[in-house]
């Protein structure tokens, strides 16, 4: 059965790094969304992606986020300056359609910043 | 404010025995509402989803059910196994095609032999 999948699994980065977090989302769906959890907090909303730009982004996502397709399968996720608070489960997922389609969620990468 | 209320926080019950979780939520307009679990450290996985028109729907073990007039949801799992031991969550779709979905905190699910 196809999966979302992610790398790293875990990422460990020094505060002001920049780091790059990489989905496959499955072959043949059209939408893709940056989810992040905090530990011990809820799943939030960072952005979604449709046609090689930006749906709907959350107060979260500001100028240090940014994501990108770079190609046919990949979708990434950028922080430019990470912050202590920036150290959270990322979740990328992606739909074959719009709002009331199922959407597949990966693994995560667990992203720690110190 | 959109927002998505779980109750309880935690549940620990026996194996085989049944469990009921609630969500409610005031996210407006309203689309679809699903449940996830998921698994400590891994991505949720969806249990069902339900449309405003639909008041029930089963996957297997699990029943949840929607009444779009009190804003309230609820999921039902009957027989429980050590497997069921996950976070529960009440996902909302509130409208638009962008699939930006609301979640809710979860309900923490022991299930105990």
């Known amino acids: 059965e196809p999966e979302v999948t992610q790398t790293p699994s875990h990422q460990v980065t020094q505060m002001g790094q920049e780091v790059i977090l990489r989905c496959v989302p499955i072959s043949n769906h059209l939408y893709f969304y940056w989810y992040r959890q905090i530990l011990g907090q809820k799943v939030e909303f960072l952005v979604s992606?449709?046609?090689?730009?930006?749906?709907?982004k959350s107060e979260i996502f500001d100028d240090q986020f940014s994501v990108e397709r770079p190609d046919g399968s990949n979708f990434t996720l950028k922080i430019r300056s990470t912050k202590l608070e920036d150290s959270a489960m990322y979740f990328c997922a992606s739909t074959a359609g719009g709002g009331s389609y199922e959407q597949y969620f990966g693994p995560g990468t667990r992203l720690t910043v110190t | 404010k959109n927002q998505v209320e779980q109750s309880p926080q935690s549940l620990i019950i026996l194996e085989g025995k049944n469990c009921t979780l609630q969500c409610n939520y005031t996210v407006s307009p309203f689309s679809n509402l699903r449940w996830y679990k998921q698994d400590t450290g891994r991505g949720p996985v969806s249990l069902t989803i339900m449309t405003f028109s639909e008041n029930t729907k089963s996957n297997g073990r699990y029943t949840a059910t929607l009444d779009a007039d009190t804003k309230q949801s609820s999921l039902h799992i009957t027989a429980s196994q050590l497997s069921d031991s996950a976070s529960y969550i009440c996902?909302?779709?509130?409208?638009?095609?962008?699939?930006?979905?609301?979640f809710g905190q979860g309900t923490t699910l022991q299930v105990k032999p």
């Open positions: 992606f449709y046609n090689n730009e930006i749906s709907e």
């Open positions: 996902v909302v779709h509130g409208s638009g095609n962008t699939g930006k979905l609301i």
